[in-house]
Structure formats: structure tokens, C-alpha cells
């Protein structure tokens, strides 16, 4: 059994699905099929989601502008115009929930709402795989995927997804199964996501539940790259990768998968190609179990959106651990996400994801015991296997906030 993942980028447009029907039937054998949301669904959905807690009436035209991308794909689709009473009932449950009035907690809100994308994207596409005879069944996540009730980043209960999933996904009368990425539930059914671009992520969770043989994700690159090529000439793509790099460089920043997709693949042996679907053909990038070290290329991954706190004792006293370890408490609860860390006799700084919500309340906290500068706007750059050519380039002309490195690894802080 395979697990194949196709993006929002691989599912945009009727054009797109089409495609992707070519690459399923270029493929025999037992399949479970994980779909994004179509295109910027997602975003559009926040946007939705954002407006409705706050109680702004423009959430409506945000809606009937996803309604009718939609819309629009089921029409070229059908290749007319007609209501897929399946498709309805969904916008029927969003605005259905949009009407009443939001909880206090905009997490659960932004779950309740922000899932609509991938149930809509997998209806529409098992329907019309059915109409064209790609015989398939539609699961609801929800009901497979059991987790927590943190909403936004949910974790999995994997022991009882595992034997939900087993007994979901049985492969006696189907061959090919589409579910949604991205989304799960906790006990009492509601409904959770397990943070952006998740879906990557589902296709590993049930690689792994299931014992797939192998998970390809299709993408609109031609695999994994040395450095994104919309900002960086002459890259290349890397034929293969360790599981471990491919931690470190998904961690860092790299955007073509999701962090949290390889360990559950690594821990089943399970290899992940990350392939072109523009190209289905080629090769792509293969992450599996590599007994030698690599000897790559520099590797360049951009993180933007970050911040930097940088925080000396009031008392001017030496960084303690007691003093660390309260720091990275309090960063906990706020889920921050840390990327660098960097430490000497009496100052501390921590670079970590700019939180959509101001940081305010988090500086007032460490202002009790600390002096805190902090600086946003600045992006996290990553050279793996760097060169001083490499390192050069990149810190030209900018502002370097923090350098750092290892024996493999450069990274800076950047403005
Ligand atoms: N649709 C979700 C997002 O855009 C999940 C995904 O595409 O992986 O974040
Ligand atoms: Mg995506």
C-alpha cells in the first residue's frame, strides 16, 4: 500500500485534478490518497475565520469568494454548471456556523472553520473520480485521526488512531481511498488541525499507521532543492536524503515539507519521495535510511518572520541554568517556536517564529527579572555544509544580528 499526498498546488484547478488523475493511473496498487485544500483555500478560510470572531460582516463576501473558486472548479470540471448537493451541504455547515455567534477561544474557532478547506477539496475530487471511473472512497479524517483538543496543533493519540485506521482502511472492497489532510479529532468529535501545511504530516501519520510501503508527495518543484530557486539562481535539486537531514532542514525552515512529517516515517523505515507533479515522470528526491554521509552541496533555507529577544539579569548576575530554565518555561506557554539560541556570561537570546499575536504580554512577564531589546522582521538563515563563498554571499550587505557555527551547520540573524 502507498500513501500519495497532492498539495493545494496540485489540486488549484480542474486542470490540476486532471492531472492528478494521470499520475493515479500511473500508479498500480492499493493507494490512500491525502488532498490539501485547493489552491489558497486555507488562507481565504482564515481570512473567514478571523472576521467571524470579530464580528465583522465582510466575512460573508470573504465566503462567497471561496464558495465560488469552488464553484468554479466543480463547473469546468463537470463541464457544466450543476450543485453537488455533497459540496453544498459543507458551505450549508459553514454558514450555518458563521450565522451564530463565536466562543471566546479562537483557536477552536479557526479549527472549526479552517477544516471546511480539505473537506470540500475531497469531496469534490471523490466525487469526480468516481464520475470518470477512478472507483474511490471518501474518509473523513475526523474519524481516524484521533487527537488532543489543542487546537491549531493538535497531537495524535496514535495508538487509538492506529487501531481506528486499521480498521478504516481495510483494503477489501477499495483500492484507493481520498481523504483530507491537515485535519483530525479529538474524543468528542470536534474538530481539530494539526498546524499550517499539516497535511505532509497526515500522509506520514497514516504511512505509519498503516504500514505503507512508501509516501510520495507531489509538488510543484521537481523535488528537494539546494535553496529556493524563486530567490537563489543556479540551484539544485538533492537526489537523496538521510532521514536526519531531512529533519534538520525542514526544522530550519525548509519549506517543501513539513517539519513533523519524517520521524513517523523514519520510525517505520518507510522512504518519502518528494516528486513534481508537472513531472511525474522524473525522479524527484527520495528520504530514507542512508548508512554513509551525504557530501552536498551548500544548502540554504530562509526563514522570515522572525524575532529576537535578548535578555540580561536585572541584577546584572551571571545566566544561571534556574534562570534558563525559567525563560524556556515561560516560552513554552506560549508556544513559541525557538530556532536559535545563543548564550553568554550575562545576556540570553532566543530567535523564534514571530507569533501572530503581539508579544507584549511575553516581554512584560520577562521584564520582572530581565532587561529585554527585542527586534522583529528578521529572517533566519541556515547554509548546511556551508562554504565561506556561501556565507559570504549571503551576509552581504546585511545587517548580521547573531552568527553561528558548527562543524556542518551556519546560521545568522538578519535584518
Ligand atoms: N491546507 C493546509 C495549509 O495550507 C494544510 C496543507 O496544505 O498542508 O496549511
Ligand atoms: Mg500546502
Known amino acids: 500500500m502507498k500513501v500519495f499526498k497532492f498539495g493545494g498546488a496540485s489540486v488549484s484547478s480542474a486542470e490540476a485534478v486532471r492531472n492528478s488523475v494521470n499520475i493515479l493511473r ?76 463565536p466562543s471566546l477561544n479562537f483557536d477552536y474557532e479557526y479549527d472549526q ?28 479524517a475526523r474519524n481516524c485521526l484521533k487527537t488532543d483538543d489543542q487546537y491549531r496543533e493538535a497531537d495524535i493519540n496514535w495508538e487509538l488512531s492506529a487501531r481506528l485506521a486499521k480498521r478504516i482502511f481495510t483494503f477489501e472492497t477499495d483500492d484507493l481511498y481520498i481523504t483530507q489532510g491537515f485535519i483530525g479529532g479529538t474524543l468528542t468529535n470536534q474538530t481539530t488541525t494539526l498546524g499550517r501545511e499539516g497535511s505532509d504530516y497526515t500522509a506520514a501519520i497514516l504511512a ?111 545566566i544561571s541554568i534556574n534562570s534558563v530554565s525559567d525563560v524556556f518555561s515561560l516560552f513554552a506557554n506560549y508556544r513559541l517556536k525557538v530556532g536559535l539560541i545563543q548564550q553568554s556570561a550575562i545576556d540570553l537570546s532566543l530567535a523564534f517564529d514571530e507569533p501572530e499575536q503581539g508579544i507584549e504580554s511575553l516581554i512584560n512577564q520577562l521584564h520582572v527579572k530581565f532587561e529585554v531589546k527585542y527586534n522583529t522582521g528578521l529572517d533566519m538563515v541556515t547554509i548546511r555544509y556551508y562554504t565561506p563563498e556561501a556565507v559570504a554571499q549571503i551576509a552581504d550587505g546585511r545587517t548580521i544580528y547573531i552568527e553561528q557555527k558548527s562543524r556542518r551547520t551556519a546560521r545568522m540573524l538578519l535584518k
Not at 76 to 87: H, M, T
Not at 118 to 126: A, F, R, V
Not at 271 to 292: C, M, N, R, W
Open 113 to 140: 472553520i479552517v477544516s471546511f478547506g480539505e473537506l470540500i477539496s475531497t469531496q469534490i475530487i471523490s466525487l469526480y473520480f468516481n464520475k470518470i471511473g477512478l472507483k474511490n472512497r471518501w474518509i473523513d
Open 208 to 318: 505509519n499507521l498503516l504500514d505503507a510501503e512508501e509516501v510520495s508527495i507531489w509538488k510543484n518543484v521537481p523535488g528537494i532543492m539546494n535553496a529556493d530557486p524563486d530567490y537563489f539562481a543556479g540551484t539544485q535539486k538533492l537526489d537523496e536524503l538521510s532521514y536526519k537531514e531531512a529533519i534538520e532542514l525542514s526544522y530550519s525552515g525548509a519549506k517543501v515539507i513539513h517539519p513533523k512529517t519524517i520521524k513517523p516515517l523514519q520510525n517505520k523505515n518507510i522512504p518519502l519521495f518528494v516528486k513534481s507533479f508537472l513531472e511525474p515522470e522524473k525522479e524527484g528526491t527520495i528520504i530514507h535510511a542512508l548508512e554513509h554521509s551525504l557530501e552536498l552541496v551548500p544548502v540554504i533555507i530562509v526563514k522570515n518572520h522572525m524575532a529576537l529577544i535578548s535578555l540580561t539579569p536585572n541584577d546584572f548576575s551571571f
Open 26 to 101: 500511473m500508479h498500480t496498487g492499493n493507494k490512500v490518497l491525502v488532498i490539501s485544500a485547493m489552491g489558497k483555500t486555507t488562507n481565504a478560510l482564515e481570512i473567514v475565520a478571523r472576521k467571524y470572531f470579530n464580528q465583522d460582516l465582510e466575512m460573508w463576501t470573504a465566503f462567497q469568494e471561496v464558495k465560488e473558486y469552488h464553484q468554479g472548479v466543480i463547473t469546468e470540471l463537470w463541464e457544466e454548471s450543476i450543485e453537488l448537493p455533497e459540496v453544498e451541504k459543507l458551505f450549508g455547515l459553514i454558514s450555518n456556523r458563521i450565522k451564530g455567534e
